[in-house]
């Protein structure tokens, strides 16, 4: 927790401060993710006047996301970098005259969330009826049954493998 008793004092006022995060995982409704590494949070507050703050500040988490695919834990950086302006009572990491330093990392983390992870390109993922990881060996289930009426187009694409 960050005090902005001193921030507040006057307007213009700044400080700047670096911050050991206390996070050891991010918690979504999507899931929760374990933080392998950190940097410490350097932030600077400037009190805007008006019950308003402009906040600065970047860190850098390695948090360990499922493979879309194969759902084996990749390591993916997130750059945290912000730049943004809030009111005092506005905010979910500002309780009171407090910055909530772990949850701002933790809200500004959502916005720079890759979209897909995947643990290579060629991930093979799982196999659709057993689970087996086709990235560690071939399984022993037979090929889904395909629906007769796909064949002539099966019969299209092996064609073109031939050629």
């Known amino acids: 927790m960050l005090n902005l008793t001193e921030v507040l004092t006057d307007e213009g006022k700044e400080i700047q401060r670096t911050f050991d995060l206390e996070l ?3 918690s979504y409704r999507f899931g929760e993710f374990e933080i392998a590494r950190k940097t410490p949070l350097s932030i600077t507050v400037v009190n805007e006047g008006g019950q308003k703050l402009l906040l600065k500040g970047e860190t850098e988490l390695e948090v360990m996301i499922p493979c ?9 950086r997130l750059e945290i970098r912000f730049d943004t302006e809030t009111e005092l009572e ?8 407090n910055l909530n ?3 701002l990392v933790h809200d500004e983390a959502l916005l720079v969330w890759p979209e897909r992870v995947l643990c290579r390109e060629d ?12 990235n560690e060996g071939s ?5 889904a049954d395909l629906d007769p009426r796909m064949a002539k ?3 299209i694409f092996s064609k ?4």
């Open 24 to 26: 050891e995982s991010l």
């Open 68 to 76: 879309a695919r194969c759902l084996e834990p990749v390591a993916v």
């Open 90 to 97: 506005n905010r979910d990491y500002i309780d009171g005259y």
């Open 101 to 103: 330093v772990d949850q």
């Open 123 to 134: 991930c093979r993922g799982l196999c659709g009826v057993c689970g087996q990881n086709l």
């Open 139 to 143: 399984c022993n289930c037979e090929s």
């Open 153 to 155: 187009v099966l019969d």
């Open 160 to 163: 073109f493998k031939e050629v």
